[in-house]
């Protein structure tokens, strides 16, 4: 009955692993699979962020004005008095959220998602962030000049922060993950899944590496397609042949660079000193707030197109609805609104505000080109959009993501090779100004405070995870195959009746014994066992990296000390990547 019972066991064994053994070749099982998965996740719960946040901002814009439809037009709709007041009371009510925040900013954890991925473990409060989501709905649906893609991306990032937590990744994939989410919230927010993921690789990551690149392309796409299906697919600047009329118009597109990069300075100062000047005022948050609500109040009375982020009011000076001194005024008009925003601690993004300022400093520029030569230059729009590209790369000082959005905006290809010029010489100027990336800023004075580790001074602790399954070295072949049957791991950890670490034995190393059922009991675990190189938790990151350069698998096993090799963990090699990548183990 035993030897039945054996056999039988046997049986299924070769069944069961055969199928494991085809499902992992064909679906893949590997961790760069795993976190695309995870992140394809991320990037549709991104999408689904986005349609329920505008759907939330629609809502918020009607309990502030009873009036439904782009803001600006709201704004201009709406009695002079309300006009002043509505921005008043959003930011009264924004800073008071934002006050209670406070309560609830415990420990050393940020909302910053930036500073989660490039200098944290990936985790983000679900409170605290909650909390100034609200904040920013409150802010940009009663005026506030600010962008709403920041607190969109926040969710975004902090939807897959959530899953990557219960999900139980540890810190090099979690922080992947929240920046694949970050990818999806900036596809959602502009339908663009290739400046999307761009952003986060050039802005945040600093990296190409297509082990955190990969995930972030497959979750700009994911939130772009769900985005699509959710709300409108076009593009939101869709243009057609705006490329150069001729090809002297070289040196304006040149000069337009150098202009952004020079109007790139003087805002990232004027955003400064505004939140200089607040910050020294004796009243607490709200108080702030309701004042830099009131200002853009009163700024509105002439220039209602400064509510909002700008996005119509972008799109009608593409069409050539602004001209002269009228634009003139709204770009001055926009960017001071902007700043009192800012400058008095709402919560938003600044990077369609900037694409608004932009696109009025290239639109000046045209018309004043296209009324000298008018059959001899090209469309007032193409010099608009250029210029957006330039005063983006200038503060953000990524020019192939500017680049890229500019055609994603618009689908125009034409524009690919006067904004690539008008981006270069931006940077070039910016770079020679000292302007420094409005991302960037805030993560060098968190990151000043924290001790700079070269990657060989880094040890494996903290990616070390949960150890493979173990089995006797006395263990038969038939015993092994059944240990395999009762994991999803792909490989075992062979130890000796001390516990000291044998060897590793994988699935694929006993499919040559499956046809052979007498190998069943004359084959031990020992004998299938692979020696591997030791690992330690104290070992750097460096050294870790050479072992694996010796080892074929993607996993190698921690043991506590090179004399007991007791197992107490596993390091894959795509967790080491990560962190060497983001020169941090943690």
């Not at 002269?324 to 800012?342: D, N, Q």
Request: proline share 4%.
């Amino acid at each position: 009955m035993k030897t039945a019972t054996r056999a039988e066991i046997w049986r299924h064994a070769q069944k069961i692993l055969r199928r494991r053994l085809r499902f992992a070749h064909w679906l893949g099982l590997s961790d760069q699979h795993t976190m695309l998965l995870w992140s394809a996740g991320a990037g549709v719960l991104a999408g689904l962020v986005a349609a329920g946040f505008l759907n939330a901002l629609r809502s918020v814009q009607w309990i502030f004005t009873q009036r439904a439809g782009d803001i600006v037009a709201v704004a201009r709709e709406m009695p002079l008095w309300q006009r002043v007041l509505t921005p008043v009371l959003g930011g009264l009510l924004a800073g008071l959220c934002l006050l209670l925040s406070r309560h609830f900013a415990t420990g050393k954890r940020t909302t910053d998602y930036l500073e989660a991925i490039s200098l944290g473990d990936g985790r983000l409060p679900l409170r605290l962030s909650l909390c100034k989501a609200v904040a920013a709905l409150l802010s940009v649906g009663s005026g506030g000049s600010i962008g709403r893609e920041g607190a969109l991306v926040q969710l975004a990032a902090l939807g897959a922060s959530r899953m990557g937590v219960w999900a139980g990744l540890h810190a090099p994939r979690l922080r992947v993950l929240v920046a694949a989410g970050t990818a999806g919230g900036v596809a959602a927010a502009y339908h663009a899944p290739i400046a999307g993921s761009l952003f986060v690789a050039e802005v945040v990551l600093g990296s190409l590496a297509m082990e955190s690149f990969g995930p972030l392309i497959v979750a700009a796409v994911a939130a772009t397609l769900t985005a699509r299906q959710l709300g409108e697919a076009a593009p939101l600047y869709p243009t057609q042949a705006l490329g150069l009329v001729s090809w002297w118009e070289a040196a304006p597109m040149a000069v337009l660079g150098i202009l952004a990069g020079l109007m790139a300075r003087l805002s990232v100062n004027w955003f400064t000193r505004c939140e200089g000047w607040f910050a020294g005022l004796p009243v607490i948050l709200p108080g702030r707030m309701a004042l830099g609500g009131l200002v853009v109040g009163l700024i509105s009375l002439q220039w209602p197109e400064v509510w909002g982020n700008g996005q119509s009011v972008i799109g009608a000076m593409l069409e050539g609805n602004w001209i002269g001194l009228a634009l003139l005024g709204v770009l001055l008009a926009k960017l001071a609104a902007t700043g009192v925003t800012t400058g008095s601690g709402a919560v938003g993004g600044v990077l369609t505000p900037t694409l608004f300022l932009g696109a009025a400093l290239g639109g000046l520029m045209g018309q004043a080109l296209h009324g000298w030569l008018p059959t001899g230059t090209a469309n007032p729009a193409a010099y608009a959009l250029v210029g957006m590209a330039a005063l983006l790369t200038a503060m953000t000082r990524a020019p192939l993501v500017s680049v890229v959005l500019v055609f994603e905006l618009t689908l125009d290809y034409d524009l690919v090779v006067p904004a690539m010029l008008g981006a270069v010489c931006a940077h070039a100027t910016a770079s020679g100004l000292h302007v420094e990336s409005v991302y960037a800023e805030s993560l060098r004075r968190k990151e000043a405070g924290k001790p700079t580790l070269r990657p060989e001074e880094l040890c494996i602790r903290n990616v070390v995870k949960e150890p493979p399954p173990a089995i006797s070295a006395s263990a038969t072949l038939a015993e092994v195959a059944e240990r395999f049957l009762h994991t999803r791991r792909l490989h075992l950890a062979v130890v000796s009746s001390s516990g000291a670490l044998v060897g590793l034995v994988n699935l694929h190393d006993i499919k040559e014994y499956l046809t052979e059922v007498p190998l069943g009991r004359l084959v031990t675990a020992e004998e299938l066992a692979h020696a591997t190189p030791l690992l330690t938790p104290d070992m750097s990151l460096h050294a870790t990296f050479h072992a694996f350069a010796g080892f074929e698998g993607e996993h190698l096993p921690v043991v506590e000390d090179a004399v007991s090799r007791r197992l107490v963990g596993a390091v894959a090699k795509f967790d080491l990547l990560l962190a060497l990548a983001g020169g941090s183990s943690k």
